[in-house]
């Protein structure tokens, strides 16, 4: 029993190691259920079974869900701190540039094709019109305030807000990479091998 005892508090601290067994992420108080993750994944899955995926790279397994979780992480921190720079998108923004992005892939009709593709889910569509939109007005202020090369400071800004925040990602998702600013697999060994 004492040789079981540590490995036992091991286990919970790795699987508490985003605040609650149920978070996928969380930065400050903002938490990103495991729920919401895989509702998401669910329906991707459930949207590549009614279209033909032959010819698509589709992430799978544990790429899918990181890339779930970095939509959502990516999205929510860019909303923070779009709020912080005191501009939000608006849903006039959003309806306008979904009716933009669905003309340019042919219409509702391929619409469905152009998602599964790109490994979206139906639902999170407005979310990621939402990130596009606040990405390229941080963009506009950046070259327009000269700060420099807009990829180099929003990279910046992203690790910035995550590590003043303090980032904690569950280890089922991976971890988060601050010095390439990414969304990373889990490596349970650490630098042991």
């Given at each position: 029993?004492?040789?079981?005892?540590?490995?036992?508090?091991?286990?919970?601290?790795?699987?508490?190691?985003?605040?609650?067994?149920?978070?996928?992420?969380?930065?400050?108080?903002?938490?990103?259920?495991?729920?919401?993750?895989?509702?998401s994944i669910n329906q991707i899955m459930d949207e590549r079974s009614k279209v033909d995926t032959t010819s698509m790279n589709l992430a799978t397994g544990s790429d899918l869900n990181q890339n779930v979780l970095r939509l959502y992480l990516i999205s929510d921190v860019l909303q923070s701190i779009a709020k912080e720079r005191?501009?939000?998108?608006t849903k006039g923004q959003i309806d306008a540039t979904r009716s933009k992005l669905i003309d340019q892939v042919g219409g509702n009709e391929n619409l469905q094709v152009a998602l599964v593709?790109?490994?979206?889910?139906?639902?999170?569509?407005n979310r990621y019109?939402?990130?596009?939109?606040?990405?390229?007005?941080?963009?506009d202020a950046i070259v327009k305030a000269k700060a420099g090369d807009p990829g180099t400071v929003m990279h910046q800004l992203v690790?910035?807000?995550?590590?003043?925040?303090?980032?904690?990602?569950n280890p089922r998702y991976g971890n988060w990479?601050?010095?390439?600013?990414?969304?990373?697999?889990?490596?349970?060994?650490?630098s042991a091998l």
């Open positions: 029993m004492k040789k079981l005892l540590p490995v036992l508090i091991a286990t919970t601290l790795l699987l508490t190691g985003c605040g609650q067994a149920n978070n996928a992420a969380q930065f400050g108080k903002k938490r990103i259920s495991q729920a919401d993750i895989q509702t005191g501009f939000d998108i593709s790109a490994n979206l889910a139906s639902r999170d569509f019109i939402r990130t596009l939109l606040i990405s390229q007005a941080l963009q690790t910035e807000k995550l590590q003043k925040l303090g980032v904690k990602i990479d601050f010095q390439n600013g990414d969304l990373v697999s889990f490596d349970p060994a650490g």
